[in-house]
Structures are given as structure tokens and as C-alpha cells.
T-cell receptor, first 115, second 116 residues
Framework: GNSVTQMEGPVTLSEEAFLTINCTYTATGYPSLFWYVQYPGEGLQLLLK?????DKGSNKGFEATYRKETTSFHLEKGSVQVSDSAVYFC??????????????FGKGTHLIIQP | NAGVTQTPKFQVLKTGQSMTLQCAQD?????MSWYRQDPGMGLRLIHYSVGAGITDQGEVPNGYNVSRSTTEDFPLRLLSAAPSQTSVYFCASSYSLGQGVYNEQFFGPGTRLTVL
């Protein structure tokens, strides 16, 4: 079946540090890949997505590139802020012909940014 | 647009009680789903629906029922609550890209349920 593996943390960084959160996946074919963010007490918001190999998703200074050869979708940001403190989830939907099974999520990475 | 709305935000039940978690969306999305979020487990799919009158089980369906009588609403019913159902519940909706393929999901704010 499909699966997503990501570092669980907590990951603690100082403000303006460089961020990488690793995400690798197992799926047949070419799934769509997502990063969602959950701020304290809130629901999940889509941060960025990529739907085919070598696509780069970007939003709010965050980036992730769909790497088929390494089955990865690592999240990066060049300079984090205190406001980026949240839980980040990597997720996938099955490749074309699927999707009705919902999203497969990683377990989430709790990111803490200190001033 | 309000997006995906959920009620209540918080609920405390006693073991054996029943209740319904409400979910509604105003985006005319065909696809709706329920997830539960538990510490260290990520989100797990409970039930989903690809349109009015059509529902199916996800990864963890036991103890929960759903129905979809309209495009907008997708309630989740707990028939006899158990402490193992203490969790945060999220409803989500999505749109079709055609041919049964769905893409990004839009999430509600969640319902935090405690079963004593």
C-alpha cells in the first residue's frame, strides 16, 4: 500500500535558520504530493503541492521538489520565522485513477522556532 | 465562502453515549471525508464519500457510521462512544479532476472529542 515517512521531531531551530524536513514515500506510479501545515488549535491548511515528477511547489517561502528517483518531497525554507512554528504533514494521493481513498499522511513534524 | 465547517468544536461524552459530528461545505465538492488525528499517528481516514448517496470505509471505520444525503453535508455518527474514540476529528472535501481522480483536500477546523 501507500505510505509516507517523515521526520517526527520536534525540530527546534533559531529564527533565520535554514529548514529542511525530510519526506519520502512509497506508492506505485506517480502520486500527487502535498505539504500541509497545522497551526496550534487549527485545522490543516495546504502549504504547497506537486503533481508530477520534477515539479516544484512553493508558497510563503517554502519549497519542495517532487523527486521520483529518490521518492522524496523534502520541505525547505531559507530563513524561518517564529510564526512558522507549527506541525507539518507530508501527504500523497494515489496516482491517476485513484484518490477516492483519501490522503495518506505522514505522522507530522512539530517545528519550533525560537527567537 | 465559509469553506468546510464543523460543529461542535469540543465535546465530552460518557462511554456508551451516541452523538453526531456535523460537517458541511459550500464549495460544491463531490468528495468528502472524515479523519481522526491522534498523537504520533498522523491522520487516519475513517470514511469517505464521492457523492450524494455514496459512502465507503477508510482505514479505521469501526465504531463510526456516515451518510451523505446532500452534496453539502457529511455527518459522522458515533453509535456507542468508547474511550478509544477520544481524538480530534477533521472533515475534508475535495474536487474531481475528472475520471475519478481527486486532488488537494480542504479541511475543517476540527472537533475535539473526549470520551470518559
Amino acid at each position: 500500500g501507500n505510505s509516507v515517512t517523515q521526520m517526527e521531531g520536534p525540530v527546534t531551530l533559531s529564527e533565520e535558520a535554514f529548514l529542511t524536513i525530510n519526506c519520502t514515500y512509497t506508492a506505485t506510479g506517480y502520486p500527487s504530493l502535498f505539504w500541509y501545515v497545522q497551526y496550534p488549535g487549527e485545522g490543516l491548511q495546504l502549504l504547497l503541492k506537486a503533481t508530477k515528477a520534477d515539479d516544484k511547489g512553493s508558497n510563503k517561502g517554502f519549497e519542495a521538489t517532487y523527486r521520483k528517483e529518490t521518492t522524496s518531497f523534502h520541505l525547505e525554507k531559507g530563513s524561518v520565522q517564529v510564526s512558522d512554528s507549527a506541525v507539518y504533514f507530508c501527504a500523497l494521493t494515489p496516482p491517476s485513477g485513484g484518490g477516492a481513498d483519501g490522503l495518506t499522511f505522514g505522522k507530522g513534524t512539530h517545528l519550533i522556532i525560537q527567537p | 465562502n465559509a469553506g468546510v465547517t464543523q460543529t461542535p468544536k469540543f465535546q465530552v461524552l460518557k462511554t456508551g453515549q451516541s452523538m453526531t459530528l456535523q460537517c458541511a461545505q459550500d464549495m460544491n465538492h463531490e468528495y468528502m471525508s472524515w479523519y481522526r488525528q491522534d498523537p504520533g499517528m498522523g491522520l487516519r481516514l475513517i470514511h469517505y464519500s464521492v457523492g450524494a448517496g455514496i459512502t465507503d470505509q477508510g482505514e479505521v471505520p469501526n465504531g463510526y457510521n456516515v451518510s451523505r444525503s446532500t452534496t453539502e453535508d457529511f455527518p459522522l455518527r458515533l453509535l456507542s462512544a468508547a474511550p478509544s474514540q477520544t481524538s480530534v476529528y477533521f472533515c475534508a472535501s475535495s474536487y474531481s479532476l475528472g475520471q475519478g481522480v481527486y486532488n488537494e483536500q480542504f479541511f475543517g477546523p476540527g472537533t475535539r472529542l473526549t470520551v470518559l
